[in-house]
């Protein structure tokens, strides 16, 4: 290491000079040395047990080779390390010179001709962050927890989180703002199955503790590799909540977000919708309802009432069940054909409704869940399905086992080829189910066979398949001029770990938030915080799948602004709906909808889906035009008619020119009184809403 370690100093030291700093709580040096630690084998953040022995970090383990690559956006490197005659460890490592982030995955491979010994207790990341009165701040997961918000002292109590259902931002979220001393550091886990994470006070410092594949405990066989959750940390000065918040946003946006197209254009805010409420027949989700003469009637009406999304969402229940019959009702029951039900669709009708769409300026989107299979033996005889590839927890998850290649292969030739045949531009991927339940099926029975310890290999192989089929997917797309993201859902929000982002975006954040629209601002004041790009409902509905006809109130669509935009609207079969109003709501989100992907701040407190007595205001400000706008809502039981907004982003010098969305008013204030005294905004009435859009008068 003494000959490796200056020549990664030297290239570190030699592009921080010309790094941008677009922000002033940046910690460039705190991240040089973060990555210092990663790439010195003593100190790399990481411990484990083999054949009986602990480590702590990397030690004196002999250096089989690096490599160490200057980029344009800052540097790479690799480290191979010898374990034992059968074990190598790889270290892969990254920074980001703008922002100081860094990051690094380690990976087990047996690389010998026998078993290797066992290893077990892996954490990802084991390190301890120095710096007085350390605090922790975050939001959980989605699904019971919706996203509630969480802030703790880390002076006495230990904190810790845990994911076991193998989707990993269900309930738990593994995102974290730990604040130290004079700044903090935020931190993700990139693992889309189970993890667990500590924060321990120990001093003055806070320790750090977090593993993927919880319990693993296996050796592993020739040709075998596993690995850790991908860690990623964005070191920051200060101790200032919105500003580590705006930090994130904007190095995600401008790092850690996939592409638009293999060109590398960048994401920019976009509008889907779906036909499948729009049929006149039956619906239970999805596009189950989707025929082939269903279509062209709701695709005229939306040219001719100029209301063209970006994208047709094309959802569930558009394939064969396993034994070849159409599906009418039990989309969920019967997936696993990926074979498109030619009863619904006849001949090349699929195709045409899309190419008619891509004439109308906008892309398809089709629904697959990869991960989940049914009727296991008419897969076997109809589809060249293997038993094998199937784990059964017994209680109606069936698993497709994506971690063997044979198993994966198989999956992605099934949805390239419907994607290939039917003009398909967009992958969306579900999955209803917890593989958390299946996986330690599949771990027993290799035990059994091999009789050797075999915890926690099958998920890990398993994700590592899951990522290798977006791999795959995205390749395909870019190969053919295709869309070069994934549309994400696991039940909604339950695959929205950091490594899973890099591929994919989550075009509905949650399928909870479909209902109320308290839920929906309490979810946007904390998710928005983390996940920049993404999207919600549009409706305010009974029930999670309700369809629901009529005109959607202006407070609704206000709160759903977000980055996605997805229009519930039942085009044809709706005869009380006001397309005058649609298109004004609409042409309301695209006005301000290149501000949703900027700087963010709650400027209220937080308000769970049951509170709605007070205020919920966001503001969405571009530090660089230092145009803004500002989201307040007066909420169903609110009996306050006025709110004061002060802004914390406005220069004290600059006059602003404030224009009320509502009352097509403009008033003209300086940033200091923004700043200090604030603007009132009144409502008369609960349940209403106002824009104010802010630009500066230079």
């Known amino acids: 290491m003494k000959l490796i370690l200056p020549t990664i100093l030297a290239a570190l030291l030699a592009f921080q000079d010309a790094a941008a700093t677009p922000r002033g709580n940046l910690a460039l040096k705190r991240g040089e040395k973060l990555y210092q630690t990663i790439c010195t084998s003593y100190t790399t953040p990481i411990s484990f047990t083999y054949n009986g022995k602990t480590h702590y970090g990397l030690g004196k383990l002999p250096v089989e080779r690096f490599n160490n690559t200057s980029t344009p956006t800052g540097q790479q490197a690799t480290f191979v390390y010898r374990l034992d005659k059968e074990v190598q460890i790889r270290v892969e490592t990254a920074m980001c010179k703008e922002y100081g982030q860094v990051e690094y995955t380690i990976w087990f491979e047996n690389v010998g001709s026998r078993p290797s010994a066992v290893l077990e207790s892996v954490n990802s990341v084991d390190f301890s962050f120095a710096g007085a009165n350390p605090t922790l701040r975050g939001c959980l997961g989605d699904h019971v927890n919706q996203y509630a918000p969480y802030e703790?002292?880390?002076?006495?109590?230990?904190?810790?989180?845990?994911?076991?259902?193998?989707?990993?931002?269900?309930?738990?979220?593994?995102?974290?703002?730990?604040?130290?001393?004079?700044?903090?550091?935020?931190?993700?886990?990139?693992?889309?199955?189970?993890?667990?994470?500590?924060?321990?006070?120990?001093?003055?410092?806070?320790?750090?503790?977090?593993?993927?594949?919880?319990?693993?405990?296996?050796?592993?066989?020739?040709?075998?590799?596993?690995?850790?959750?991908?860690?990623?940390?964005?070191?920051?000065?200060?101790?200032?909540?919105?500003?580590?918040?705006?930090?994130?946003?904007?190095?995600?946006?401008?790092?850690?977000?996939?592409?638009?197209?293999?060109?590398?254009d960048p994401i920019v805010p976009f509008v889907t919708a779906g036909f499948a409420s729009d049929t006149g027949l039956p619906n239970s989700d999805g596009s189950i309802s989707e025929r082939f003469y269903t279509w062209r009637r709701t695709l005229d009406r939306i040219v001719y009432e100029r209301l063209n999304p970006d994208f047709r969402w094309f959802d569930a229940g558009w394939y064969f069940d396993p034994a070849g019959r159409t599906v009418p009702t039990n989309w969920w029951g019967t997936v696993g054909s990926w074979e498109l039900d030619t009863i619904k669709w006849p001949g090349h009708s699929l195709r045409e409704s899309n190419e008619a769409c891509h004439k109308a300026g906008m892309k398809v989107l089709m629904w697959f869940e990869p991960e989940r299979v049914t009727m296991v033996d008419a897969l076997v005889k109809n589809y060249g399905y293997k038993p094998g590839w199937a784990i059964s927890n017994g209680r109606g998850i069936i698993t497709n086992d994506i971690g063997n290649p044979e198993c994966l292969n198989w999956t992605l030739h099934r949805i390239t080829k419907v994607m290939e045949e039917n003009a398909v531009d967009l992958f969306r991927e579900d999955n209803n189910s917890d593989p958390g339940t299946t996986w330690p099926i599949q771990d027993r029975l290799q035990a059994e066979q091999t009789q050797l310890p075999r915890t926690g290999i099958t998920e890990n192989k398993a994700i590592q398949g899951h990522y290798a089929l977006w791999d795959s997917i995205l390749a395909y797309c870019?190969?053919?001029?295709?869309?070069?993201?994934?549309?994400?859902?696991?039940?909604?929000?339950?695959?929205?770990?950091?490594?899973?982002?890099?591929?994919?975006?989550?075009?509905?954040?949650?399928?909870?938030?479909?209902?109320?629209?308290?839920?929906?601002?309490?979810?946007?004041?904390?998710?928005?915080?983390?996940?920049?790009?993404?999207?919600?409902?549009?409706?305010?509905?009974?029930?999670?799948?309700?369809?629901?006809?009529?005109?959607?109130?202006?407070?609704?669509?206000?709160?759903?602004?977000?980055?996605?935009?997805?229009?519930?609207?039942?085009?044809?079969?709706?005869?009380?709906?006001?397309?005058?109003?649609?298109?004004?709501?609409?042409?309301?989100?695209?006005?301000?909808?290149?501000?949703?992907?900027?700087?963010?701040?709650?400027?209220?407190?937080?308000?769970?889906?049951?509170?709605?007595?007070?205020?919920?205001?966001?503001?969405?400000?571009?530090?660089?035009?230092?145009?803004?706008?500002?989201?307040?809502?007066?909420?169903?039981?609110?009996?306050?008619?006025?709110y004061t907004v002060r802004l914390p982003y406005v220069k004290p010098t600059v006059p602003y020119t404030i224009y009320n969305e509502d009352t097509h008013q403009n008033l003209t204030i300086t940033g200091d009184q923004l700043h200090t005294t604030g603007i009132s905004i009144t409502l008369d009435n609960p349940k209403s809403s106002a824009i104010l859009h802010i630009t500066p008068q230079f």
């Open 152 to 264: 703790y002292s880390l002076r006495k109590d230990t904190v810790s989180f845990r994911s076991d259902g193998g989707r990993a931002t269900h309930v738990s979220f593994p995102y974290f703002d730990l604040v130290h001393g004079n700044g903090g550091t935020l931190i993700a886990l990139g693992w889309a199955g189970t993890w667990q994470a500590s924060f321990c006070p120990k001093g003055n410092n806070t320790h750090f503790i977090a593993q993927c594949c919880n319990g693993f405990r296996s050796v592993l066989l020739p040709g075998e590799k596993v690995r850790t959750a991908m860690v990623v940390m964005l070191p920051y000065t200060g101790r200032n909540a919105d500003d580590a918040t705006n930090l994130w946003r904007e190095w995600f946006q401008k790092y850690n977000m996939p592409r638009a197209n293999d060109a590398g």
């Open 478 to 642: 870019a190969s053919r001029g295709k869309c070069t993201y994934i549309d994400n859902c696991a039940s909604g929000g339950g695959r929205n770990d950091i490594e899973s982002l890099r591929r994919s975006l989550p075009f509905m954040r949650s399928d909870a938030d479909r209902t109320t629209t308290g839920l929906r601002l309490a979810m946007s004041s904390t998710f928005n915080k983390w996940i920049p790009f993404h999207g919600s409902s549009t409706k305010e509905s009974a029930e999670e799948l309700t369809i629901d006809r009529g005109n959607t109130p202006v407070y609704v669509t206000r709160a759903s602004w977000l980055p996605v935009y997805n229009l519930g609207i039942c085009f044809t079969h709706d005869e009380t709906l006001d397309y005058n109003y649609t298109r004004a709501t609409l042409g309301e989100w695209r006005r301000y909808s290149h501000l949703l992907t900027k700087d963010f701040y709650v400027l209220t407190p937080f308000h769970n889906k049951n509170d709605l007595a007070g205020w919920t205001v966001f503001a969405y400000h571009d530090r660089d035009t230092d145009e803004s706008v500002v989201q307040a809502f007066r909420q169903e039981n609110c009996d306050t008619p006025t």
